[in-house]
Protein backbone atom coordinates (compact mmCIF):
# COMPACT_ATOMS: atom_id res chain seq x y z
CA UNK A 1 0.00 0.00 0.00
CA UNK A 2 1.23 3.66 -0.65
CA UNK A 3 0.89 5.91 1.19
CA UNK A 4 1.60 10.26 0.24
CA UNK A 5 3.04 12.47 2.79
CA UNK A 6 2.06 16.18 3.21
CA UNK A 7 4.51 18.15 5.11
CA UNK A 8 3.67 21.80 6.50
CA UNK A 9 7.37 23.71 7.54
CA UNK A 10 5.63 26.35 9.81
CA UNK A 11 2.72 27.00 11.71
CA UNK A 12 0.04 28.57 8.99
CA UNK A 13 1.82 27.62 5.74
CA UNK A 14 0.18 25.94 3.38
CA UNK A 15 1.00 21.61 3.15
CA UNK A 16 3.19 20.62 0.24
CA UNK A 17 4.04 16.92 -0.90
CA UNK A 18 6.86 15.79 0.54
CA UNK A 19 6.91 12.66 -0.46
CA UNK A 20 5.46 8.66 -0.66
CA UNK A 21 6.55 5.45 0.61
CA UNK A 22 5.12 1.62 0.95
CA UNK A 23 3.67 0.83 4.70
CA UNK A 24 1.12 -1.87 5.13
CA UNK A 25 -1.42 -0.13 6.87
CA UNK A 26 -1.95 3.28 9.20
CA UNK A 27 -0.34 3.18 12.01
CA UNK A 28 3.11 1.91 9.95
CA UNK A 29 2.42 4.91 7.59
CA UNK A 30 2.35 7.12 10.62
CA UNK A 31 5.39 6.09 12.22
CA UNK A 32 7.23 5.53 9.25
CA UNK A 33 6.24 9.57 7.74
CA UNK A 34 7.24 10.70 11.39
CA UNK A 35 10.87 9.33 10.73
CA UNK A 36 11.25 10.14 7.06
CA UNK A 37 9.27 13.76 7.69
CA UNK A 38 9.86 15.29 11.07
CA UNK A 39 12.63 13.46 11.88
CA UNK A 40 14.91 16.63 12.08
CA UNK A 41 12.54 19.03 13.12
CA UNK A 42 11.68 20.29 9.40
CA UNK A 43 7.41 19.44 9.83
CA UNK A 44 5.37 20.92 12.33
CA UNK A 45 2.31 19.00 10.44
CA UNK A 46 2.05 15.96 8.36
CA UNK A 47 -0.92 14.95 6.65
CA UNK A 48 -0.23 10.94 5.83
CA UNK A 49 -2.62 9.57 3.15
CA UNK A 50 -3.36 6.80 1.38
CA UNK A 51 -2.70 7.12 -2.06
CA UNK A 52 -5.76 5.30 -3.41
CA UNK A 53 -7.35 7.98 -1.11
CA UNK A 54 -6.40 10.49 -3.97
CA UNK A 55 -8.36 11.26 -7.03
CA UNK A 56 -6.34 12.30 -9.85
CA UNK A 57 -8.21 14.80 -12.23
CA UNK A 58 -6.23 16.40 -15.12
CA UNK A 59 -8.70 16.81 -18.26
CA UNK A 60 -9.76 20.14 -18.42
CA UNK A 61 -11.46 20.35 -21.96
CA UNK A 62 -11.76 24.10 -23.39
CA UNK A 63 -12.37 23.47 -27.09
CA UNK A 64 -14.08 27.23 -27.14
CA UNK A 65 -10.91 28.79 -25.74
CA UNK A 66 -12.57 31.04 -23.46
CA UNK A 67 -9.22 32.07 -23.08
CA UNK A 68 -11.16 35.19 -20.51
CA UNK A 69 -12.07 32.41 -17.95
CA UNK A 70 -8.58 31.65 -17.67
CA UNK A 71 -6.65 33.46 -14.32
CA UNK A 72 -4.50 34.87 -16.87
CA UNK A 73 -7.34 36.78 -18.81
CA UNK A 74 -6.37 37.06 -22.69
CA UNK A 75 -3.52 38.61 -24.26
CA UNK A 76 -4.21 41.93 -25.21
CA UNK A 77 -0.85 42.61 -26.61
CA UNK A 78 -1.49 41.88 -30.43
CA UNK A 79 -4.64 43.60 -30.46
CA UNK A 80 -3.28 46.65 -28.77
CA UNK A 81 -0.38 46.47 -31.55
CA UNK A 82 -2.88 46.35 -34.13
CA UNK A 83 -4.66 49.33 -32.86
CA UNK A 84 -2.03 51.04 -32.67
CA UNK A 85 -0.75 50.95 -35.99
CA UNK A 86 -4.44 51.21 -36.98
CA UNK A 87 -4.50 54.65 -35.11
CA UNK A 88 -1.15 55.79 -36.99
CA UNK A 89 -1.85 55.04 -40.14
CA UNK A 90 -5.54 56.38 -40.09
CA UNK A 91 -6.23 59.97 -41.36
CA UNK A 92 -6.80 62.39 -39.36
CA UNK B 1 30.30 4.48 43.13
CA UNK B 2 27.37 5.65 44.62
CA UNK B 3 24.05 4.79 44.14
CA UNK B 4 23.11 7.42 41.65
CA UNK B 5 25.97 7.20 39.23
CA UNK B 6 25.31 3.20 39.35
CA UNK B 7 21.72 4.15 38.58
CA UNK B 8 22.80 6.22 35.16
CA UNK B 9 25.09 3.82 34.28
CA UNK B 10 22.53 0.54 34.19
CA UNK B 11 20.19 2.67 32.21
CA UNK B 12 23.38 4.41 29.92
CA UNK B 13 24.52 1.21 29.08
CA UNK B 14 20.91 -0.59 28.81
CA UNK B 15 20.31 2.01 26.25
CA UNK B 16 23.53 2.27 24.31
CA UNK B 17 23.65 -1.49 24.08
CA UNK B 18 20.28 -1.62 22.46
CA UNK B 19 20.64 1.39 19.99
CA UNK B 20 24.16 -0.69 19.34
CA UNK B 21 22.37 -4.10 18.68
CA UNK B 22 19.33 -2.57 16.77
CA UNK B 23 21.25 -0.81 14.71
CA UNK B 24 22.79 -4.26 13.62
CA UNK B 25 19.76 -3.92 11.20
CA UNK B 26 20.44 -1.33 9.54
CA UNK B 27 21.19 -2.18 5.61
CA UNK B 28 19.32 -5.83 5.87
CA UNK B 29 15.76 -4.93 8.19
CA UNK B 30 12.49 -6.50 6.60
CA UNK B 31 11.82 -3.39 4.06
CA UNK B 32 13.11 -0.27 3.35
CA UNK B 33 10.93 2.34 5.31
CA UNK B 34 11.32 -0.34 8.16
CA UNK B 35 15.09 -0.14 8.00
CA UNK B 36 14.98 3.47 7.82
CA UNK B 37 12.60 3.78 11.20
CA UNK B 38 14.48 1.22 13.38
CA UNK B 39 17.61 2.71 12.83
CA UNK B 40 16.12 5.84 13.84
CA UNK B 41 15.27 4.43 16.71
CA UNK B 42 18.46 3.10 17.32
CA UNK B 43 20.24 6.45 17.23
CA UNK B 44 17.41 7.86 19.68
CA UNK B 45 18.48 4.91 22.39
CA UNK B 46 22.24 6.15 22.01
CA UNK B 47 20.76 9.57 22.36
CA UNK B 48 19.18 8.76 25.45
CA UNK B 49 22.48 6.98 26.71
CA UNK B 50 24.31 10.09 26.10
CA UNK B 51 22.79 12.58 27.65
CA UNK B 52 22.23 9.92 30.94
CA UNK B 53 26.57 9.35 30.35
CA UNK B 54 26.57 12.74 30.76
CA UNK B 55 24.65 13.10 34.30
CA UNK B 56 26.59 10.64 35.13
CA UNK B 57 29.95 11.75 34.10
CA UNK B 58 29.31 15.16 36.04
CA UNK B 59 29.36 13.51 39.02
CA UNK B 60 31.98 10.61 38.22
CA UNK B 61 33.96 13.49 37.13
CA UNK B 62 34.71 12.17 33.42
CA UNK B 63 32.97 12.69 29.87
CA UNK B 64 30.48 11.06 28.72
CA UNK B 65 32.33 9.39 25.61
CA UNK B 66 34.95 7.92 27.80
CA UNK B 67 32.01 6.47 30.18
CA UNK B 68 30.60 4.84 26.85
CA UNK B 69 34.10 3.68 24.94
CA UNK B 70 37.00 3.60 27.67
CA UNK B 71 35.72 1.45 30.18
CA UNK B 72 36.82 -2.25 30.27
CA UNK B 73 34.06 -4.58 29.16
CA UNK B 74 33.66 -5.55 32.85
CA UNK B 75 33.05 -2.86 33.22
CA UNK B 76 29.59 -2.25 31.74
CA UNK B 77 26.27 -2.81 33.82
CA UNK B 78 23.57 -3.55 31.09
CA UNK B 79 20.93 -6.18 31.05
CA UNK B 80 21.51 -9.59 29.69
CA UNK B 81 18.49 -8.41 27.37
CA UNK B 82 20.09 -5.76 25.27
CA UNK B 83 23.22 -7.70 25.08
CA UNK B 84 21.82 -10.46 23.00
CA UNK B 85 22.88 -10.38 18.99
CA UNK B 86 19.57 -11.56 17.44
CA UNK B 87 19.99 -10.34 13.97
CA UNK B 88 19.19 -11.98 11.36
CA UNK B 89 15.90 -13.01 13.68
CA UNK B 90 13.08 -10.21 13.24
CA UNK B 91 10.85 -11.73 15.23
CA UNK B 92 13.41 -12.40 18.39
CA UNK B 93 14.29 -8.61 17.71
CA UNK B 94 10.69 -7.24 17.54
CA UNK B 95 9.93 -9.61 20.95
CA UNK B 96 12.94 -7.68 22.64
CA UNK B 97 11.84 -4.50 21.46
CA UNK B 98 8.36 -4.78 22.91
CA UNK B 99 9.49 -6.46 26.06
CA UNK B 100 12.29 -3.90 26.48
CA UNK B 101 10.08 -0.51 25.91
CA UNK B 102 7.77 -1.99 28.41
CA UNK B 103 9.94 -2.99 30.64
CA UNK B 104 11.77 0.45 29.94
CA UNK B 105 8.25 2.63 30.50
CA UNK B 106 7.96 1.20 34.10
CA UNK B 107 11.25 2.32 35.05
CA UNK B 108 10.81 5.54 33.33
CA UNK B 109 8.00 6.71 35.02
CA UNK B 110 9.44 5.36 38.71
CA UNK B 111 12.43 8.02 37.81
CA UNK B 112 9.78 10.81 36.67
CA UNK B 113 9.10 10.51 40.53
CA UNK B 114 12.59 10.80 41.44
CA UNK B 115 13.39 13.26 44.04
CA UNK B 116 16.27 14.32 42.40
CA UNK B 117 14.89 16.93 39.91
CA UNK B 118 17.38 16.21 37.33
CA UNK B 119 16.42 12.32 36.97
CA UNK B 120 12.97 13.54 37.00
CA UNK B 121 13.92 15.82 34.33
CA UNK B 122 16.03 13.42 32.12
CA UNK B 123 13.57 10.82 32.43
CA UNK B 124 10.46 13.12 31.37
CA UNK B 125 12.56 14.12 28.26
CA UNK B 126 13.74 10.08 27.36
CA UNK B 127 9.85 9.47 27.97
CA UNK B 128 8.71 11.76 25.31
CA UNK B 129 10.63 10.13 23.07
CA UNK B 130 9.71 6.55 24.21
CA UNK B 131 6.35 6.76 23.71
CA UNK B 132 6.64 7.04 20.07
CA UNK B 133 9.53 3.83 20.22
CA UNK B 134 6.47 1.99 22.07
CA UNK B 135 3.71 3.10 19.13
CA UNK B 136 6.12 1.37 16.69
CA UNK B 137 6.72 -2.28 18.76
CA UNK B 138 3.25 -1.95 19.42
CA UNK B 139 2.18 -1.76 15.70
CA UNK B 140 4.65 -4.81 15.25
CA UNK B 141 2.90 -6.73 18.37
CA UNK B 142 -0.38 -5.95 16.49
CA UNK B 143 1.49 -7.65 13.29
CA UNK B 144 3.35 -10.24 14.80
CA UNK B 145 1.70 -11.56 17.98
CA UNK B 146 -0.31 -14.02 16.90
CA UNK B 147 3.08 -15.94 15.37
CA UNK B 148 4.71 -19.26 16.94
CA UNK B 149 8.05 -17.58 16.79
CA UNK B 150 6.78 -14.36 18.32
CA UNK B 151 5.40 -16.71 20.96
CA UNK B 152 8.87 -19.17 21.23
CA UNK B 153 10.74 -15.89 21.79
CA UNK B 154 9.02 -14.16 24.41
CA UNK B 155 9.05 -17.12 26.24
CA UNK B 156 12.87 -17.31 25.64
CA UNK B 157 13.15 -13.25 26.48
CA UNK B 158 10.85 -12.98 29.34
CA UNK B 159 14.00 -14.30 32.39
CA UNK B 160 16.13 -11.61 30.32
CA UNK B 161 13.11 -8.80 30.25
CA UNK B 162 12.72 -9.62 33.86
CA UNK B 163 16.69 -8.90 34.44
CA UNK B 164 16.40 -5.27 32.96
CA UNK B 165 14.10 -4.02 36.34
CA UNK B 166 15.30 -3.84 39.90
CA UNK B 167 13.13 -6.51 42.07
CA UNK B 168 10.38 -4.43 42.87
CA UNK B 169 9.67 -3.44 39.44
CA UNK B 170 9.41 -6.86 38.36
CA UNK B 171 5.66 -7.46 39.27
CA UNK B 172 4.45 -3.95 37.11
CA UNK B 173 6.43 -6.15 33.83
CA UNK B 174 4.58 -9.35 34.57
CA UNK B 175 1.41 -7.64 34.88
CA UNK B 176 1.86 -5.65 31.70
CA UNK B 177 2.83 -8.20 30.17
CA UNK B 178 0.59 -11.08 31.06
CA UNK B 179 3.08 -13.39 32.22
CA UNK B 180 4.36 -15.09 35.32
CA UNK B 181 7.12 -13.59 37.31
CA UNK B 182 9.87 -16.10 37.24
CA UNK B 183 13.57 -16.41 38.28
CA UNK B 184 15.61 -13.43 36.53
CA UNK B 185 18.56 -12.95 34.21
CA UNK B 186 20.58 -10.94 35.79
CA UNK B 187 22.74 -8.07 35.18
CA UNK B 188 26.15 -9.85 35.74
CA UNK B 189 29.58 -9.39 34.36
CA UNK B 190 29.02 -8.98 30.46
CA UNK B 191 29.68 -12.48 28.54
CA UNK B 192 31.57 -13.64 25.23
CA UNK B 193 29.17 -12.18 23.03
CA UNK B 194 29.31 -8.71 24.82
CA UNK B 195 32.82 -8.72 24.59
CA UNK B 196 32.59 -9.26 20.43
CA UNK B 197 30.49 -6.38 20.24
CA UNK B 198 32.32 -4.17 22.75
CA UNK B 199 35.56 -4.84 20.72
CA UNK B 200 33.19 -3.63 17.35
CA UNK B 201 31.98 -0.78 19.42
CA UNK B 202 34.92 0.87 21.05
CA UNK B 203 37.34 -0.19 17.87
CA UNK B 204 37.66 3.17 16.49
CA UNK B 205 37.93 5.20 19.45
CA UNK B 206 40.46 2.83 20.61
CA UNK B 207 42.34 3.46 17.82
CA UNK B 208 42.56 6.83 17.17
CA UNK B 209 45.72 9.04 17.98
CA UNK B 210 46.23 10.55 21.12
CA UNK B 211 44.72 14.44 21.59
CA UNK B 212 42.42 13.43 18.35
CA UNK B 213 38.98 15.76 18.58
CA UNK B 214 36.01 14.57 17.13
Redesign the interface.
Known amino acids: MIWEVFRQERKGQPFTHGGS ?5 Q ?2 A ?3 A ?3 YA ?1 RGESVALWVVPREAITTIEEFPDEFDLKYRRVDGYSIKARLKEARERASTAAP | MNARAQLLLELADDELILGWRNSEWTGIAP ?4 D ?2 FS ?1 IAQNEIGHARALYELAAAELGTDADALAFDRSPEGYRCAPLVQLRLVPDWARTIARHVLYETADAIRIERLKEHDDAELAGIAAKIEREEV ?1 HR ?2 A ?2 WL ?2 LGAEQRYADAVEELWPYALGVLSPELRPALAERVGREEIEAVERAAPGVEFAELWNEMTMVRRSAPAGAQW
Open positions: FHAPDAFDAYREFR | FLEEVASYLHEMDR
